[in-house]
């Protein structure tokens, strides 16, 4: 009996004998398959266990077509101990997302099985739901091929929320990417104004040398530069503040205002003053400011987009974020809300109000077009 013949059988005290006596483990058969191959196709979990504790033969060892141990569980011979198979390659190693020449993965072959708890050991040790074979189908698809509901479900899921995980992280490096270019755009918006004040400045002494009458009036840098430091200023907003309240001594609380445990101070100080609201209605926040002077978005044939700014000439990757979501999320001026605030409302009383009447065969509409326009807005926005 052989190495080959002991995996087909599991005896694991022939397989101890052969590590003892023999180098012909690393064989292959006829099919280029290896010790390990033949155990999983078998379904042999102890002796699959021996093997890799030996650590001769390699977890992710490949046949002529590229499959690895893990694609050999699912078969018809190892039908009872697929699962435990599985579990004893995962915690030696294996690769989960490991694809054949086809591109086929073992999640793509549980799926097609119907085996869910195969599948859902296969995404709990990280197998991406979304990869393809050399059709073009996703797991998804392999399940839903063959009928197999409840895998298509769960798999559905899985690749949702997985899609949302990705969509989070985006739209935070894109939200980071939209303060950075904010700063920067005042910044240079500063940068400009300081020049265009030097132009002025040259002009207004070169009127007064020719006119030969002194300067009556000339702004001093040093009286309101101070006041601008932040946006001639390279640092971020958060290393300013620390700069410029470090060595600065706290001013003294008041008797009243002192905390009964100095290890956690009061949050708030009521000794400063406060502002006093003249209006019922919020204070007006400053619009954010209009990035598209200075940001320009190309979207590539591959599907990346790269944006590029005026003070930068080199072009940088954008998040990966649809290019409909970059320009909404940096570019708001152009998509106004169809929304008007309820502070914009100026009526006293409930008769100016416009009446509207229920739409009706009669009225010359049909209950089902405000509902069509509405969808058709949803999917095609500024279609009305």
Request: charged letters at 25%.
């Amino acid at each position: 009996m052989d190495a080959l013949q002991a995996a087909a059988c599991g005896d694991v005290v022939w397989l101890g004998y052969i590590l003892r006596r023999s180098t012909s483990l690393p064989q292959r058969n006829r099919q280029g398959l290896t010790v390990l191959h033949v155990a999983a196709l078998h379904g042999q979990v102890k002796f699959m266990e021996s093997l890799l504790e030996g650590g001769i033969i390699e977890v992710d060892a490949r046949c002529p077509q590229g499959r690895t141990p893990l694609h050999l569980v699912f078969t018809p011979k190892s039908a009872p101990w697929t699962l435990a198979s599985i579990s004893c390659l995962l915690m030696h190693g294996a690769q989960v997302n490991a694809a054949t020449k086809d591109g086929v993965t073992p999640l793509h072959q549980a799926a097609a099985e119907g085996l869910l708890e195969c599948v859902q050991a296969l995404l709990e040790a990280g197998a991406d739901p979304h990869l393809r074979e050399i059709n073009g189908h996703t797991p998804l698809d392999m399940a839903k091929l063959w009928c197999h509901r409840q895998v298509a479900r769960f798999l559905k899921d899985a690749m949702w929320q997985k899609d949302k995980k990705t969509e989070v992280k985006q739209r935070k490096k894109l939200h980071k990417l939209k303060e950075t270019l904010q700063f920067w755009h005042h910044r240079n918006e500063c940068k400009d104004k300081f020049d265009r004040q030097d132009v002025s400045e040259e002009r207004v002494a070169a009127w007064a040398k020719h006119k030969g009458v002194p300067v009556q009036w000339r702004p001093e840098r040093g009286c309101w530069l101070p006041h601008h430091t932040q946006c001639t200023s390279t640092d971020p907003p958060a290393a300013r503040h620390q700069e410029r309240h470090q060595g600065q001594p706290k001013a003294p609380r008041e008797a009243w205002n002192v905390s009964p445990n100095p290890n956690r101070p009061p949050k708030a100080s009521t000794s400063r003053p406060q502002g006093v609201g003249t209006s019922t209605r919020p204070e007006r926040v400053a619009p954010p400011p209009d990035l598209r002077r200075s940001v320009t978005l190309t979207q590539e044939p591959r599907g990346r987009t790269i944006y590029k700014t005026c003070w930068e000439d080199k072009p940088r990757t954008a998040p990966d974020l649809p290019l409909s979501t970059l320009k909404r999320e940096l570019f708001p001026a152009d998509y106004p809300s169809r929304l008007e605030s309820p502070l914009d409302f100026q009526s006293h009383s409930v008769l100016d109000l416009p009446r509207r009447r229920c739409p009706s065969p009669e009225n010359g509409a049909s209950p089902w077009t405000e509902i069509a326009m509405h969808l058709v807005e949803e999917m095609k926005p500024g279609q009305y």
